[in-house]
């Protein structure tokens, strides 16, 4: 709950939901939501609010949220495995340190709103237990250790952990990470894999291994782009941790491709784990990219509607907050995630799951934001708002 805001407060709301906003208001009392209907509300609203229901941050590693980054560290120097500062920190980093990083990300994740995050864990099996005993809610994706595949620890890891979570192709001989592949496909547990954040990398390689979604994509080509998007993996951008780096994500391209797109935050050392503020930055993007900003709002739910809740039942996280925005004027993005606003959590009470009438406003979003029609270059393509088949794997956790 933020701190600004009193304990008790009633304010109007906007509530998203695929494709517009529903009027209403809330009442919250510490934090819970204790009324929440449609209508105008039977008290003077203090404030207006846009909710988000169950936003999951969609890429996160939390336990380098401890870690003081010194200035000027190329992404070279500060990530890639198995010396960049930050793998000295977490293999030198005494246990109950990494932990106390992850209990406060943990928190910091939920204060901000986000109902779930999407961990690439570090530190193979013991990594997986620790974030999972620390945060039992996580979805965490482990990275093997060994310098060599190695099945008995791939089975380790997936005692903790919901899948695996590669660095990247270049960062491991390919055959080992086709081994690892294979074998948690086996188990119908997730894979996902950083692609291209630094240099391009070969996109066939990538999606031969069946990912269940990549993350970064900042050197892609649109041939690699649209690959993901006729393959329906989808791509997680990480707008703030990739400027760090002097780094743009091609998002606009991705939503012109057809691609899914989701958001997350990156490294705990260099963003907090605010999906608000790591939005304001995604519109920035986009409107300098001249795409559409509303494409932010799916970016809240990819995973969770389109993998998770099909794999893993992600259910154990989430449907229990909102991601909460104080914002004036329309619900529309440059007025809901302007520079400098902040998420916060508001939970909603147990067995108080509204049902909303069909009766309720559903406020539509502006011209700007309904998808534009397929440019002729690109006219031969499936639009992602066009229907779609599911998935032809079926993960269901064993
Ligand atoms: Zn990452």
């Avoid at 209508?39 to 003081?68: M, S, W």
Wanted: with cysteine; aromatic share 8%.
């Amino acid at each position: 709950m933020d701190q600004r805001m009193p304990d008790r407060f009633a304010a109007k709301a906007f509530t998203y939901e695929r494709g517009g906003f529903r009027e209403g208001y809330v009442i919250a009392e510490g934090g819970v939501i204790v009324e929440e209907d449609e209508g105008p509300c039977p008290e003077r609203t203090d404030i207006q609010l846009a909710l988000f229901p169950d936003v999951v941050n969609a890429h996160t590693h939390c336990a380098d949220y401890g870690l003081k980054v010194p200035a000027g560290m190329s992404l070279e120097e500060l990530v890639a495995p198995p010396d960049g500062l930050k793998h000295r920190y977490l293999r030198d980093t005494p246990g109950e340190v990494l932990s106390e990083n992850i209990r406060r990300f943990g928190e910091a994740s939920a204060s901000h709103g986000s109902s779930a995050f999407v961990d690439f864990r570090e530190n193979g099996a013991e990594g997986c237990r620790l974030l999972r005993e620390v945060c039992p809610d996580a979805v965490i994706l482990g990275r093997p250790v060994s310098p060599e595949f190695d099945p008995g620890e791939i089975e380790e890891i997936l005692r903790y952990a919901d899948g695996i979570g590669i660095s990247s192709v270049s960062d491991m001989p390919s055959g080992y990470i086709e081994d690892v592949a294979d074998m948690v496909r086996d188990r119908r547990a997730l894979f996902a894999i950083h692609v291209s954040e630094r240099v391009r990398e070969d996109m066939d390689l990538v999606l031969s291994l069946d990912p269940t979604f990549v993350v970064h994509m900042c050197e892609a080509e649109d041939s690699d782009i649209l690959k993901c998007a006729e393959a329906e993996v989808p791509i997680v951008v990480c707008p703030g941790s990739n400027m760090y780096f002097g780094k743009v994500p091609p998002i606009s391209r991705i939503v012109d491709m057809g691609a899914d797109m989701a958001l997350g935050t990156d490294n705990g050392m260099l963003r907090e784990p605010d999906m608000i503020a790591e939005s304001s930055l995604f519109i920035d993007i986009m409107d300098r990219q001249e795409g559409d900003s509303a494409s932010v709002f799916d970016t809240f739910f990819t995973l969770s509607r389109k993998i998770l809740n099909r794999n893993i039942g992600l259910g154990r996280a989430i449907q229990r907050r909102y991601m909460a925005v104080p914002f004036e004027g329309e619900p529309l993005p440059e007025n809901i995630f302007r520079p400098g606003s902040s998420g916060m959590s508001l939970t909603k009470r147990i067995g108080s799951e509204r049902r909303w009438s069909s009766r309720t406003y559903l406020c539509p979003l502006t011209e700007a934001s309904t998808p534009r029609p397929p440019s002729r270059r690109l006219s031969s393509l499936r639009r992602p708002w066009e229907e779609r088949s599911p998935p032809s794997t079926s993960w269901i956790r064993p």
